[in-house]
């Protein structure tokens, strides 16, 4: 069973620019989730995506965004990136059924860079 | 919102039992306690769940006391590739949804 893929894996923009980063969950899963995490903040949860649905946000500004698909695939853009934007963004996914703490599995993750 | 607490970092010998104790006053009803062990540059990974009592798989073993506000992750002779971060985490409870909060884990550093 094919786990999570993230792509790409690493990512340099410039300050201004716009990115979108892929998340390919587990065949089944329909839950997938985006984390956040940096040295200083950790791993911070940036929103939740079920059958399409956002379900779930954290609090993070406007320019962060995301969407997913029928297929359960998701992409997570950021526009207007500034250089506290420089992180490591995880993807992963679930079964998403109502239980409450589901297992989630975890991408590579993508290493972006804003310079 | 139920957050949790645990020690910021441990030391340990190759070879020991570890336990990490979390602290987790306002658990809902709902909420399963779920432990995640992460390398550097890689994903959180799935190590144990429980909802109450002591949960044992085939890497550690979760012991949850009966009013569950702490629960305690038991790794049985680590080595040195179990150094790594430990996050505790709650299911947080949300109307139709889930939504995974972490804290900030414990980051064990096993020596030799």
């Known amino acids: 069973k094919a786990g999570v893929t993230q792509t790409p894996r690493y990512l340099i923009k410039t300050r201004g620019q716009q990115v979108t980063l892929s998340c390919s969950p587990i065949?089944?899963?329909?839950?997938v989730s985006w984390y956040q995490q940096t040295p200083g903040q950790g791993l911070q949860f940036l929103f939740e995506y079920f059958s399409e649905t956002q379900r779930n946000k954290g609090n993070f500004p406007g320019r962060f965004s995301g969407r997913q698909f029928s297929n359960s695939r998701s992409e997570m853009n950021v526009s207007t990136l500034e250089l506290g934007d420089s992180a490591l963004y995880l993807c992963?996914?679930?079964?998403?059924?109502?239980?409450?703490?589901?297992?989630?599995?975890f991408g590579q993750g993508t290493r972006l860079t804003v310079v | 919102l139920a957050k949790t607490t645990q020690p910021i970092s441990m030391d340990s010998y190759e070879g020991q039992e570890v336990n990490i104790t979390c602290s987790h006053n306002?658990?809902?009803?709902?909420?399963?306690i779920t432990w995640y062990q992460q390398f550097p540059s890689q994903g959180p990974r799935f190590i144990i769940q429980?909802?109450?009592t002591k949960v044992t798989n085939e890497v550690a073993s979760l012991f949850i006391p009966a009013d569950r506000k702490s629960s305690t992750l038991s790794l049985p002779r680590v080595s040195l590739s179990d150094t790594a971060v430990y996050y505790c985490l709650v299911g947080d409870e949300n109307t139709g949804g889930f939504k995974t909060i972490f804290g900030a884990g414990t980051r064990l550093f096993v020596k030799a």
């Open positions: 429980g909802y109450k």
């Open positions: 306002n658990i809902a009803t709902n909420d399963y």
């Open positions: 992963a996914s679930s079964s998403g059924g109502a239980r409450v703490g589901t297992e989630a599995f």
């Open positions: 065949s089944g899963h329909r839950s």
